[in-house]
């Protein structure tokens, strides 16, 4: 595994370098096919929406986000002269297969990414600078800025969120009242969180109190460190190369999961568990809080009553992982306009309530968090409102580094828990060791 991740980083560090200068000076002109190239600094010669005028536009996202681009693909060209390609890639696959199309000036019009991988495209120059585009959206403060920030390099913004995917706490309601819990009150601290995790898993019969994916870099920093983020405390340094994942705070957050270990409160199998049936444990109905993926509650069995909560700090606050996939032009595109011109829509009312929100999936403007669909739904307005208060952490060294499964903050992850917690310092050097190489 950590050769093939290695092989992919070196296919896309050597050939996006080679397309960097000549790929600008493409799409910052005017195309020759009347296009629109409209390109650096994003002059919007087509105004706030872009061009409509029929083109035919191509492009790429990963398996991960299938779904939700298919329904937004469908929705826009059955109400635009544009028409999208969508050529949906293997997840495995895709960041070696963007590597080779830039290499080869082949990159389609549009393409997403997921989120944390989002500077590495911006750094070399694959992505068309949309800075105006987006400022003159009226709804651009209202924006997932966690994807914006992501997607901004020396100043300039290149993408605007595509699908995003929150890390946020399950709790299970049954079980909260056979425990003698309050269901309407889930833990707003980390400490209630042990607290209440305890009291479920003394019902015994097979329940437990809480689970997570102990042999899992990703899962570890999709739901640890929005507990760090919520007392106030930063993981990274502003530009991803040091980390400071041995904070007293995050000790304290280690803590708190180290003792459930010990005192057997998590479900079988977390010391094991890589990530691959994560999310399957809670729908049986035997976990009592658990934090997880927002894209799951749609996936959740009907007849289990669950409630949502923020993921909180040790004293309080929260926030969140917003992960998921961001999206911009290709530098080398010949239709900037029309291509903007989707964007633009998929962000706007129509494409954020009746496709985004119609489907349960998390609306990208916090200004829609509460529509006429989640209305229906308060876990849904809780999710959407979290947005606002979430994270997403920039480094350009970010897979090789957390979720290599042989990467330094797996180490660190599994001996603050499964161990004595000695090496954290230690450990923490080698990330932004990682961070930095």
């Not at 002109?29 to 083109?55: H, I, L, P, R």
């Not at 070399?124 to 949309?130: A, E, V």
């Not at 700090?313 to 900037?336: E, L, M, Q, R, Y």
């Not at 599994?414 to 954290?424: E, H, L, Q």
Request: proline share 5%.
């Amino acid at each position: 595994m950590r050769s093939t991740n290695r092989r992919v980083r070196r296919l896309v560090t050597g050939t996006v370098a080679l397309l960097a200068a000549a790929s600008l000076a493409t799409a910052c002109g005017s195309s020759d096919d009347g296009g629109g190239g409209g390109g650096g600094g994003g002059k919007a010669s087509g105004g706030v929406g872009g061009v409509d005028d029929g083109t035919k536009l191509t492009m790429w996202t990963r398996a991960a986000t299938r779904p939700q681009s298919e329904a937004l693909v469908k929705a826009y060209n059955d109400s635009h002269k544009n028409k999208v390609e969508l050529t949906v890639v293997p997840t495995d696959d895709y960041q070696a297969k963007v590597g080779a199309a830039a290499g080869s000036r082949e990159l389609p019009d549009l393409f997403a990414s997921d989120v944390v991988f989002v500077p590495n495209y911006t750094s070399s120059g694959l992505f068309t600078d949309l800075t105006s585009r987006i400022d003159a959206l009226p709804f651009a403060g209202k924006l997932a800025q966690s994807h914006i920030k992501a997607g901004t390099h020396d100043g300039k913004k290149y993408v605007v969120p595509h699908t995003l995917d929150l890390s946020v706490l399950f709790y299970n309601k049954d079980l909260y009242n056979k425990a003698g819990l309050d269901p309407s009150k889930p833990p707003t601290t980390l400490a209630e969180w042990d607290q209440q995790a305890r009291a479920v898993d003394k019902l015994g019969g097979g329940v437990d109190g809480t689970f997570f994916g102990g042999n899992c870099g990703g899962c570890g920093v999709f739901t640890w460190w929005p507990s760090i983020w919520a007392a106030g405390q930063e993981v990274l340094n502003d530009d991803g190369t040091a980390a400071t994942l041995d904070s007293p705070t995050a000790k304290k957050v280690y803590d708190v999961y180290r003792g459930w270990v010990k005192d057997g409160i998590v479900a079988p199998g977390a010391k094991e568990e890589t990530g691959t049936t994560w999310t399957g444990v809670f729908p049986k109905g035997k976990v009592g809080v658990m934090p997880m993926p927002s894209t799951t509650l749609g996936l959740m069995p009907k007849n289990l009553d669950l409630g949502v909560a923020p993921i909180p700090g040790p004293d309080g606050g929260k926030s969140t992982f917003v992960g998921g996939d961001a999206i911009g032009i290709a530098a080398t595109s010949k239709a900037t306009d029309q291509a903007w011109n989707f964007l633009a829509w998929t962000l706007g009312d129509d494409a954020q309530v009746n496709v985004v929100a119609a489907h349960k999936d998390v609306v990208a403007r916090t200004d829609l968090a509460s529509n006429k669909y989640s209305a229906a739904d308060p876990r849904l307005v809780t999710i959407n409102q979290l947005v606002a208060d979430g994270r997403t952490p920039y480094a350009l060294k970010f897979g090789q580094t957390f979720n290599d499964p042989n990467g330094p903050w797996l180490k660190l992850m599994r001996d603050a828990v499964f161990g004595d917690g000695s090496g954290i310092d230690k450990e923490n050097k080698e990330v932004s060791a990682s961070l930095a190489d």
